[in-house]
């Protein structure tokens, strides 16, 4: 498994992505962004928007620099520090989610929820899909830490394997 060098796919499309929870076409991901950033105070520059388009478009899972990357091949102008700022302004928000087996990030699905985030990696295709009800693992690890004495901030379920396009 080399989960590092999946890269987007031309023309992929995360809205055609069946996903468990909610699906949002990569315009409505933009419009909530946007209405997020407005709720939260925050200015709607052009490169917040560009970085929410691209993670808006792809359907895996984006690095700082492939963001970086993508933006100045559009011909546009941001620095990488810059991206890295946004991605965490975004993550702040809920808007965005950090994988970490593949160290890049993904837009959300879902229309809200709290801390807690279980996503579902190809390691074939890179395809991220999230899903809406964590359900019975959750449980059992929120018993399991209980048992523990571990207070948890958040749990964060990444599961790798094959997507149903790449398995059948
Ligand atoms: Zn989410
Ligand atoms: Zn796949």
Known sequence: MNLAQLGPRNGDNRAMNPSAGGVFTPDAFETRAVQALREGGLRIT????????????????????????????????VDLVTVYRILSTLMELHLVH???????????????????TEHLICTKCGSVQELDAPGQALEATRAQLQTLGFNPDQIKIEITGECQKCHN
């Not at 928007?49 to 102008?77: C, E, F």
């Not at 160290?103 to 807690?116: F, K, P, Q, R, V």
């Open 98 to 116: 950090h994988i970490g087996v593949v160290d890049a990030y993904t837009a959300c699905d879902l229309e809200s929820h709290g801390n807690n």
């Open 46 to 77: 052009s490169p917040r928007l560009h970085v929410i388009r691209k993670l808006s478009q792809s359907s895996t899972a984006l690095t700082a620099n492939q963001i970086h990357d993508q933006i100045l091949a559009d011909g546009d102008q």
